[in-house]
């Protein structure tokens, strides 16, 4: 048995250069901040969560999000800076997933699925028998993946160093909670819409609203019948109502349970063995020299790395 640790690349790269010292990193001329964020972060995390194996997840393409909603994360373009921004981590990640190769660390990447769709395969995997894996926590910024939360699932933000259990969602220690469960969470985002993955809901309402209404009317079926009724006559019950197609669109975007079949995703895992020479080669070729410090033959990485039951987690993975 053992534990991993699920890692959002890009979120976590992409958010490392808007970070001042790291977005002006460069060398001979290529960018190099969000590579160095990133890398810098899977070992903190590492050394965070000692127990677990750490497992980078990359996002693809999924294509099917845009045509249910096509200003879907439109706003991530929609400012030169954000485009500057964008196209900067773009020419990075190729070389982060290289570097991070050589360091040893598994990463899993599906064409057709966001790095999203598959932290929930793995999560979902955690209940089947005789599953090899104990514990996830999942590290990234998005609160997306609280979704995933339960038993044996929790959640970490590498930004502000929060730590989510499932209980913590019946508590005011999670943003606009509390919450009765992720079910209610998931659903109130729904219905708010998303403004980071650019996905309007219904106007006027967010998170706090929407989960008072549901509560006093019993669910969102129980809101559209109030206002059909005319026992709900405020506008915001009515604004729901309204727009219940929009709410089961947002739903179906965001609920990772609702994404196409897993059978017919092409993934791809790459791990190798943590190779030295190969890694401070890359690294003076990016030159990363502080991060090279780290990456010895009988260093602390080097010594951590040896210790992953790889087999166990590549089978998992596979």
Partial sequence: MTDLLLIDGNNIGYAAMYQPALSRLAHNGRPTGGILGLTQS???????????????????????????????????KDAPEKIEVAE??????PLARTLLYHMGVPQVRAADAEADDLAGLFCRALQT???????????????????????????FSPITDTHVTMEDMGTDK???????????????????????????????????????????HGGIDGICSAVQN?????????????????????LRIMDWRQAPDSAQWQIGVAREPFHAAAALDWCAELGLGRLSERLSDDGAWAKRVGGWPIGIVMDFLE
């Avoid at 900067?88 to 990640?93: C, D, S």
């Avoid at 009765?180 to 809901?201: C, F, H, R, T, W």
């Avoid at 005319?230 to 669109?249: L, P």
Wanted: charged share 30%; with cysteine.
């Fill in 174 to 216: 999670v943003k606009d909670g509390p919450f009765q469960d992720v079910g209610e969470y998931l659903l109130s985002k729904a219905m708010a819409g998303d403004d980071s993955d650019n996905i309007p809901g219904v106007p006027g309402v967010g998170v706090k609203t929407a989960v008072k209404l549901l509560r006093t």
């Fill in 230 to 250: 005319g026992s709900a006559k405020d506008k915001k019950s009515a604004a729901i109502a309204e727009q219940h197609a929009t709410i089961q669109r947002n």
């Fill in 88 to 93: 900067k981590w773009r020419q990075q990640e």
């Fill in 42 to 76: 899977v070992m903190r995390l590492s050394a965070l969560f000692p127990d677990a194996v750490p497992v980078v997840l990359w996002d693809g393409h999924a294509a099917w999000r845009r045509e249910l909603c096509p200003e879907y994360k439109a706003n991530r």
């Fill in 129 to 155: 028998e005789d599953c090899p894996v104990r514990r996830v926590t999942l590290a990234s910024n998005d609160r997306d993946w609280w979704q995933a939360l339960g038993l044996a699932v929790d959640w």
